[in-house]
């Protein structure tokens, strides 16, 4: 399987990181490498995270992913032998801002 992000996702996780430097240097940094690790872990096993409460009803199974020491949440689905992150969301704000990314094919 292979790891990709919505364009958005990215800058999503770009915004986090330079927000986290700007409060301790090196923290950025910290972030992105929690995302990293745990990206690497939903490639190995994507069904083994919840699917997201309350979209059952959606045309695609969207599940997330808690990043350890940071209150964020990767929300992803599987996409054929793909796993497409959709965002790097904060766990406390702006709930499902997102959802309308999934089943798009970002250009």
Do not use: C
């Amino acid at each position: 399987m292979r790891l990709g992000f919505h364009p958005e996702a990215v800058e999503e996780l770009r915004a986090a990181a330079f927000w986290y430097d700007e409060r301790r240097a090196g923290l950025g940094d910290e972030f992105v490498d929690e995302v990293n690790t745990l990206g690497l872990r939903i490639v190995t096993s994507p069904g083994a995270y919840a699917q997201w409460p309350g979209l059952s009803g959606s045309n695609s199974t969207i599940r997330r992913a808690l990043v350890d020491r940071f209150p964020y949440v990767i929300a992803f689905e599987v996409r054929e032998q793909d796993v497409f992150v959709l965002a790097v969301a904060h766990a406390k704000r702006r709930p499902l801002y997102w959802v309308r990314r999934a089943g798009q094919v970002p250009a």
